[in-house]
């Protein structure tokens, strides 16, 4: 696949770590509140035993794969990470669909730092399903939002949704990159 793996700019992480994320020391659990106002316990998700071979499968079901009309789910390895590209077209020079990526720690996260990356917009801190977040918006001759989760213990979720520019809004963009991000935040939990 020809698509260039640029993620994590530099403001993105900003942003995570500004959130509570990574190197502030806060994790998920002391910033999600129950009704009653106390810190709900988010337990950390298991993702040691992720590799290349599962991380497709683990992440998205096939029934949601078919459901986002992913095409094609190409998994990829690196030092400290695991991804799957899950293509929504073969048409690579008007290349559309998700990335996820599961990092082991706050070192592999931080390898993959791209100043590269075209006119990215300010990283906004979110939550998804109770967890701290940041997304952002990059523009360029491809546009992508992402979200990284702090999944606990130093250990990071991403996920980008990517299209050609003007195609697809950046609020759609934001929208269909997290609910994609809780779909796979549900498939770990469910894992315990």
């Given at each position: ?89 073969p048409d690579e020079d008007n290349a559309a669909g998700y990335v996820v990526t599961l990092f082991q720690n706050e070192k592999a996260l931080l390898g993959n730092v791209d100043g590269m ?76």
């Open positions: 696949m020809s698509r260039p793996f640029y993620i994590w700019p530099a403001l993105l992480l900003t942003a995570v770590s500004v959130t509570g994320c990574g190197t502030s020391g806060k994790s998920p659990a002391s910033a999600a509140k129950t009704s009653a106002g106390h810190p709900a316990a988010l337990a950390p998700l298991r993702i040691e035993d992720m590799d290349e071979g599962s991380v497709c499968g683990r992440t998205l079901t096939q029934k949601q794969q078919d459901d986002l009309g992913v095409w094609e789910a190409e998994p990829m390895s690196d030092k400290g990470g695991v991804s799957c590209y899950f293509s929504m077209t990356d075209p006119m990215p917009t300010k990283a906004v801190p979110v939550t998804v399903k109770g967890r701290m977040a940041a997304r952002q918006v990059m523009y360029g001759e491809d546009w992508s939002a992402g979200v990284t989760v702090d999944i606990g213990q130093g250990r990071f979720l991403y996920v980008e949704r990517y299209s050609p520019g003007h195609v697809v809004t950046e609020k759609e963009l934001n929208t269909q990159a997290v609910e994609a991000a809780e779909k796979v935040l549900g498939n770990l939990e469910s894992r315990g």
